[in-house]
């Protein structure tokens, strides 16, 4: 409804701007304002029930932290730590106060980023299941020279070096897809037939083969 209520904004404003007599501008200013009122009425308010649910965000450290809001509570879980505090929303902002510290995010969608220098993206979590798009086989190169395979099939995932293997699984965060294994996330950015990694200098560019 926004972007109806701009346009016909535009159009008064247009219809304005062509009015000749003084009576005529001031019937458009009229108009104007109405209209931007009517789209300001239409936009159905962001509350705390229309925020609830589960998000999840992949953090510049590769982790994974979940946050769950519900009735004016917060739960944050990062894999290694459970905190709980309380929120509040006014306009397109969440105000979160954990341990007596309070952060802010904007929401956006089924979106929260947070207002701080890492923008980190808290994606709304919806029915949990394996992604079929990233299904498949992969290859990396290490910098010594040796192969590094993956296997991503139903939420599971097997990496493998020679003869050795391990076996964890994956999820999708948002726009990116987070590996697990031996309880260690690792966040990968999706580009094409690529899943990328990078910590500092190392980084990984897994191939997919089929």
């Known amino acids: 409804m926004r972007f109806i209520g701009l346009t016909?904004?535009?159009l008064a404003s247009t219809f304005?701007?062509?009015a000749d007599s003084l009576e005529d501008r001031v019937t458009a200013l009229e108009l104007r304002v109405k209209v931007l009122?009517?789209?300001l009425r239409s936009q159905a308010p962001i509350t705390a029930a229309t925020l609830d649910g589960t998000y999840k965000a992949a953090l510049p450290n590769g982790g994974v932290v979940t946050a769950t809001f519900g009735k004016g509570k917060v739960v944050a879980n990062d894999g290694k730590d459970t905190q709980t505090g309380t929120y509040t929303v006014a306009g397109q902002k969440v105000f979160i106060t954990i341990n007596g510290k309070t952060e802010s995010a904007t929401i956006?969608?089924?979106?929260?980023?947070?207002?701080?220098?890492?923008?980190?993206?808290f994606s709304k979590a919806g029915p949990s299941g394996p992604v079929a798009s990233v299904?498949?086989?992969y290859q990396a190169t290490m910098q010594d020279g040796k192969t590094l395979g993956l296997?991503?099939?139903g939420g599971k995932a097997i990496v493998?070096?020679?003869t050795e293997s391990k076996t964890g699984t994956y999820e999708m965060v948002g726009d990116h897809l987070v590996i697990t294994i031996d309880d260690k996330p690792e966040t990968f950015t999706i580009e094409g037939g690529h899943l990328k990694a990078s910590k500092g200098s190392d980084k990984i560019d897994f191939t997919k083969t089929k």
Request: negative net charge; aromatic residues 0%; hydrophobic residues 30%.
């Open 8 to 10: 016909l904004c535009l």
């Open 16 to 18: 304005g701007a062509r």
């Open 37 to 39: 009122e009517d789209a």
């Open 108 to 121: 956006e969608g089924n979106h929260l980023i947070t207002d701080d220098k890492d923008r980190i993206d």
């Open 135 to 137: 299904d498949g086989s």
């Open 151 to 153: 296997q991503l099939a």
């Open 160 to 162: 493998s070096m020679g």
